[in-house]
Nanobody, 127 residues
Framework: QVQLVESGGGLVQPGGTLRLSCSAS????????VGWFRQVPGKEREGVSC????????YYADSVKGRFTLSRDDAKKTVYLQIASLKPEDTGVYYC????????????????????WGQGTQVTASS
C-alpha cells in the first residue's frame, strides 16, 4: 500500500521560512513524479510545484516562483518543499502526491493526474 506522509507545517510569520517533507517510504521514488498542492476552504486544490519522475524537470506555479523550492532525495524516499518569504496567501493545507509516469512536470501539477496522496499538513502565515 502506497503511503505518503507530510510533515513540517505550522504557524509562521509572514516573511518567514518553512520546509515541508513528504515521506514516501513504500515507493521506489526515482520512478515517480511528485507534486505539492495546497488547498484553502472553498477553492480547488492548486498545484504549486511538481517534479517528473527522476527529477529531470520541475514546475512552479507563477504565484510561488522564486520563493518555493522543490527537491527530492530519492535514496531517502523523501520530497521537500522549501518555502521562503511566506505570504498570508500561502496559508492552506499542503498535500504531497505521487504517480508513476513519464510526462512533463507541469502535467503532474494537475491534481487529476496523480493517484497517491498524503493526508496534508497545515501551513499558516500570520502575525
Amino acid at each position: 500500500q502506497v503511503q505518503l506522509v507530510e510533515s513540517g507545517g505550522g504557524l509562521v510569520q509572514p516573511g518567514g521560512t518553512l520546509r515541508l517533507s513528504c515521506s514516501a517510504s513504500s515507493l521506489n521514488l526515482h520512478h515517480y513524479a511528485v507534486g505539492w498542492f495546497r488547498q484553502v476552504p472553498g477553492k480547488e486544490r492548486e498545484g504549486v510545484s511538481c517534479s517528473n519522475s527522476g527529477g529531470y524537470g520541475t514546475y512552479y506555479a507563477d504565484s510561488v516562483k522564486g520563493r518555493f523550492t522543490l527537491s527530492r532525495d530519492d535514496a531517502k524516499k523523501t520530497v521537500y518543499l522549501q518555502i521562503a518569504s511566506l505570504k498570508p496567501e500561502d496559508t492552506g493545507v499542503y498535500y504531497c502526491a505521487a504517480d508513476a509516469g513519464r510526462f512533463s512536470a507541469d502535467y503532474y501539477c494537475n491534481s487529476r493526474n496523480l493517484g497517491y496522496w498524503g493526508q496534508g499538513t497545515q501551513v499558516t502565515a500570520s502575525s
